[in-house]
């Protein structure tokens, strides 16, 4: 489901289902939650690198298993309960250790999550990247409100959440969502390249520029809380017939017919 190589100061993470482009399955969530706890308690890894195999990154959370609105419900509330706990889930969320995502092809939903609770971001110009949450009748969640809504012009990032969609790689640098544009070619040897690069400085002083920058500009109470508020209406809305429909028109490969509840 994931496959982790190491090399040196930098560990891989690639999201191994090519089948399902890489779409998230609860094993999924709880293998890169267990990562993250192992990256940031392992003083030998200094960087990370997160790709998906094939052609995608990742294109979200798994909708078309037969129990996926009732696993999306139990998640959404367990991510509730974390988020009030200060833990955020299956992103490497306050690792102060940097971590790349190296996006190929797609990168939606959750994948866009998964991109935008990473420190830099390479973008193949064969990708795509945005939110699909509202068009399966459900809240952008993992953080892509509050994220995003602070990383890009505020306008753009409404745009981006509330159309549901999705942008190319030019689209994605010029608002300022992505760091890097390559070929599909060098998006591996970019993401190895910066990631050794940041590998040879002192550790220390690299950890304390990424708290500096996170703590001294994202507001870390108000951040928080944001990321509280998203979660709970995350879960109550998740919960909803609505949702459920989504879900449905989606696996179904239908348009959905949405009731408002």
Known sequence: MIRVERDGKVATVTLDRPERMNALSPEMFRDLAAFWHEFAEDDALHVAIVTGEGRAFCS??????????ADEKARSRALADRAAADEWG?????IWKPVIAAINGWCLAGGFALALSCDLRIMSDSARIGSMAPK?????GGGQVERLARYVPFAKALEILLRGNHIDANEAAAIGLVNAVTTPEELMPTAHAWADEISAN???????VKRAAYEGVLDPSGFRQGMQLEAELYAAVAASEDAAEGTAA????????????
């Open 60 to 69: 979200g959370r798994d909708l078309v298993r037969p129990t996926a609105v």
């Open 90 to 94: 299956f992103g490497p969320d306050q």
């Open 136 to 140: 399966r009748g459900l809240v952008p």
């Open 202 to 208: 002192a550790p220390l002083a690299v950890r304390a």
């Open 250 to 261: 989606f696996r179904e490969k239908r348009p959905a017919r949405y009731v408002g509840r």
